[in-house]
């Protein structure tokens, strides 16, 4: 287990560093470079060229890019263009709401998929398995934006069942910790901040949740029906084994195998892609930041969420490898 997560970190600094070089390149070709996203358009020629020596433009592409990425390593991704504010800090402020939005989500998609997704395949062409099919379908169809718009509308505006915006209710006073709201309350002992804050999230996770739940759910059915049509299965419930230990060990431990790989691909695209949900219920995330910083062409920001999306990434797949060979034990001995 030792060996393979070092060799999966050691994996990822030819990763990190090829990337690097791309967006190096890519920050290089932009048309006007960072030098008009700082001046803006109507700058002086003298303007430009006084910037481009003050930020070292003006040095030889190696010789930038040595720089930038000794400011890499030393976790300084440059300065926000917009906030005047250190890329780094600006991101440490505001992951962790995307952060928390991302996992509760993620949980309510595999708390409600999986299981679905099995009794679904078990109950093969039966009302519950149509439902599934027919509820997938739905959910990866609908667009997150106007399921978020919906949610919020029926649920917060007409009924009044659910706060509209924001993480927590302006009256609650409530000690921040790590800035995950919910786990705050809990550390802190102050229950009524985690009650407000994990009522904040119920709308923003149901809506995010949608697409991975729908993928999860299909995946882990038809990841069942293909392992039911296995020989060791059928030879298992020859042998007289209870339902209970097939299921268990011989149905749904090799079943969860692709369904692990697919979360873990969703779970990174929850963390990138999160940007309209926290526009439409004001999260205050980096998804909108990074909105911002899209439209304001804060190149910094966005070179540093490229990278810290690719590491979050790497670090997910080897989690997934790890979940590998606890579930596997002979991917351990590959």
Not at 95 to 102: D, G, I, Q
Not at 131 to 158: D, H, Y
Request: glycine share 10%.
């Amino acid at each position: 287990m030792l060996r393979l997560i070092v060799r999966r970190l050691l994996q990822l600094i030819p990763t990190l560093v090829g990337l690097s070089v791309l967006l190096f390149i890519w920050l290089h070709r932009l048309p006007g470079g960072p030098t008009a996203a700082l001046l803006g358009e109507r700058a002086t020629e003298a303007d430009r060229r006084q910037a481009e020596a003050l930020l070292g433009l003006d040095q030889p592409l190696w010789v930038q890019y040595g720089r930038f990425l000794r400011r890499l390593v030393e976790l300084d991704l440059g300065t926000s263009i917009r906030t005047g504010r250190p890329v780094w800090e600006e991101f440490t402020m505001r992951f962790p709401a995307t952060v928390e939005l991302a996992l509760a989500a993620m949980f309510l998609a595999i708390l409600i998929g999986v299981p679905l997704g099995y009794f679904a395949a078990r109950r093969r062409g039966g009302w519950l398995d149509i439902g599934a099919v027919t509820g997938s379908l739905i959910g990866i169809c609908i667009p997150v934006f106007f399921l978020a718009f919906l949610l919020k509308e029926v649920f917060a505006v007409v009924l009044g069942w659910f706060p509209s915006v924001g993480r927590q209710s302006t009256g609650i006073n409530a000690t921040d910790v790590t800035g995950f709201h919910v786990l705050d309350g809990i550390l802190t002992g102050e229950w009524d901040a985690s009650a407000d804050a994990l009522w904040h999230l119920v709308l923003p996770a149901v809506a995010l949740a949608s697409i991975p739940l729908a993928i999860i759910t299909r995946m882990t059915r038809a990841s069942v029906l293909e392992v039911l049509q296995e020989d060791y299965v059928r030879t298992a419930e020859s042998k007289g084994l209870r339902r209970r230990v097939v299921r268990l060990r011989h149905v749904m431990r090799n079943a969860l195998l692709p369904v692990v790989t697919a979360i873990g691909l969703l779970t990174g695209g929850l963390l990138s892609g999160a940007v309209l949900t926290e526009t439409v219920f004001s999260w205050g995330g980096i998804g909108s930041f990074i909105r911002d910083a899209i439209d304001g062409r804060d190149y910094p920001v966005l070179m540093g969420f490229i990278l810290f999306i690719a590491l979050i990434y790497v670090l997910i797949n080897l989690l997934v490898d790890l979940a590998y060979s606890v579930i596997d034990p002979r991917v351990r001995v590959h």
